[in-house]
């Protein structure tokens, strides 16, 4: 396979960010945010839509220019080595912009060539990137009756041609289905395994934490929290979550009889949510006090439990 992370000219992190500011005009998308990206990591920007992650990762791919603040890309500076660096990323955009009316093959082969690589070089690494991304038996076939899935492989495959030292993906999966989610998870974590770093942004709490190694929670332009996804549900949430829902007309008239129960309540229209160590205990104590809901849940604590608790439940347009 051609996708091989460069190993860097000098120790460090692959990214190094302090006071990282983006500005237009009066508006600041992305407010003096630190974080660093070590080598082989799969490193992910988890927001809600606005608070900055784009916005962040096109600086990173040094198309849009740093407002303030520090930014350092395989020890290079975007604002005076942007070419340069620009040959050493690999970029998947939210949206796909593969060119339609040629061939998948082509798609490859053809962008390559704006690497300067020679055809031949091109063609060798297309057909390696073609079986990578399971697209080798559609490698003549024109672009547009792919499904969605097969599109975003083969985007992922045209930034892997130039062998990039750190891979950028937006919202990778946005709009797949499950199985194509899970197909692309999958061939990325392979790239994970050969070494290659990544650097993507998500909105899926199951994403963030299938791909990430460490992440950071961003809200309203800066960073709420930073961890690996395991380290983020220790500090923020609890061992386990009892859902509990109520009949019509008691859930607004329970809150009192729910404190207590757990290490933090929290009633929402629909359902009580208790947070403990232990969910079991605490539909047996809710049972004890005499509450009787229709239906009681115990799960594991997971990222979108700390997502909410970070960024809040109001929608976000």
């Not at 990214?15 to 974080?35: E, P």
């Not at 900055?52 to 975007?78: E, F, H, N, Q, Y």
């Not at 998948?104 to 990137?129: C, H, K, M, P």
């Not at 070494?195 to 899926?204: K, N």
Request: glycine share 8%.
């Amino acid at each position: 396979m051609t996708a091989q992370a460069a190993t860097p000219t000098t120790p460090g992190p692959l990214i190094h960010a302090r006071g990282l500011t983006k500005r237009f005009g009066t508006f600041t998308a992305v407010d003096a945010i630190d974080f660093d990206v070590a080598r082989g990591e799969s490193f992910g920007f988890l927001g809600p839509n606005g608070a900055g992650k784009t916005s962040t990762m096109r600086m990173i791919a040094c198309v849009s220019p740093v407002t303030d603040g520090t930014l350092r890309i395989l020890d290079l500076d975007p604002a005076a080595d942007g070419p340069r660096l620009r040959a050493r990323l690999g970029v998947v955009p939210q949206q796909d912009t593969l060119d339609t009316e040629l061939s998948v093959r082509d798609n490859l082969v053809i962008y390559g060539r704006y690497f300067g690589l020679s055809r031949a070089e091109a063609g060798r690494r297309a057909t390696e990137l073609l079986d990578f991304a399971q697209l080798g038996e559609r490698a003549n076939d024109k672009v547009e009756p792919l499904s969605g899935g097969m599109k975003r492989r083969l985007t992922i495959a045209r930034a892997l041609i130039n062998e990039p030292s750190i891979l950028l993906l937006d919202e990778p999966t946005t709009g797949l289905d499950p199985q194509a989610r899970h197909l692309l998870w999958e061939r990325l974590y392979r790239l994970k395994q050969r070494g290659v770093t990544l650097v993507l942004t998500t909105h899926y709490m199951d994403e963030a934490e299938q791909l990430c190694d460490r992440l950071v929670v961003m809200d309203k332009a800066r960073i709420a929290a930073e961890g690996s996804p395991r380290e983020l549900i220790d500090r923020y949430s609890t061992r386990e979550v009892t859902e509990m829902r109520f009949p019509v007309g008691v859930q607004e008239t329970i809150e009192d009889r729910l404190e207590g129960l757990g290490d933090r309540v929290e009633l929402l229209p629909d359902r009580a949510l208790i947070y403990s160590d232990d969910g079991e205990a605490v539909a047996v104590a809710a049972h004890e006090r005499g509450l009787v809901p229709e239906t009681v849940l115990v799960r594991r604590s997971s990222l979108e439990d700390v997502f909410l608790r970070l960024t809040g439940r109001s929608l976000v347009d």
